[in-house]
């Protein structure tokens, strides 16, 4: 009986040959579907969409012009505006602006190396050698940055400025005023001389 069973297969391995492929089998099996899940997840987070802050249009050599019942009182031209989807605009290469009085006549001008309108806040923002002049009293503002909000006719500035008189030079750090300059305030007056013919 020995003899016989020699070189054969048992019988009785059978089933264990057939439980160790079928645990082999669920081992591998198990493997696989690991490495299948493995490959499903995304480690990446999903890329959030890139919104577009820059302008919606750009302009060249503008002039604009502002209207109260049929009277121009403020001209503005500009190299370069861009507009915003907010509605704020930029101009990056400077403003000049005229501003008339009731009956039409010019009576101040402003003008800045770049300037910043805020649409929400109906402000203007100029910066760098700003500069406005009543043509009337022949009076000079310098400064670096000024606002102006167009609402209250009004101009103000935290910065140093210099007010330049017919016959005086007076300075100091911030100021309130109208925008054609006709009255002013230096929040902090620092000096003034008189200028001689």
């Known amino acids: 009986m020995e003899g016989w ?9 059978i089933p264990q040959n057939l439980f160790l492929v079928q645990t082999i089998l669920r081992q591998t099996g198990m493997v696989i579907l690991f490495a299948m899940f ?8 999903t890329a959030k969409p890139v919104i577009y802050e820059g302008p919606l249009s750009e302009g060249e050599d503008i002039t604009m012009h502002y209207s109260e019942k049929d009277i121009v009182k403020v001209m503005l031209k500009a190299k370069k505006i861009f507009e915003f989807q907010n509605g704020d605009r930029e101009f ?10 009731e009956f039409g006549k010019l009576n101040s001008t402003l003008q800045a190396n770049s300037a910043y309108f805020f649409k929400e806040e109906n402000k203007w923002r100029g910066r760098g050698k700003v500069e406005v ?19 209250t ?11 330049k008189l017919q016959n005086e030079v007076i300075y100091g750090t911030g100021l309130d005023a109208a925008q054609d300059l006709s009255t002013y305030q230096i ?7 008189v200028v001689e013919d």
């Open 153 to 163: 006719k009004k101009i103000f500035t935290d910065k140093f400025v210099t007010i």
């Open 5 to 13: 069973l020699e070189g054969r297969p048992s019988f009785f391995m």
């Open 133 to 151: 002049i009543n043509t009337a009293k022949q009076e000079q503002l310098n400064t670096e940055e000024l606002f102006w909000k167009p609402d």
């Open 187 to 193: 929040k902090n007056p620092e000096g003034e001389f």
């Open 38 to 45: 493995l490959a499903g997840c995304n480690t990446q987070e």
């Open 92 to 101: 990056p290469e400077g403003i000049y602006m005229e501003f008339y009085d």
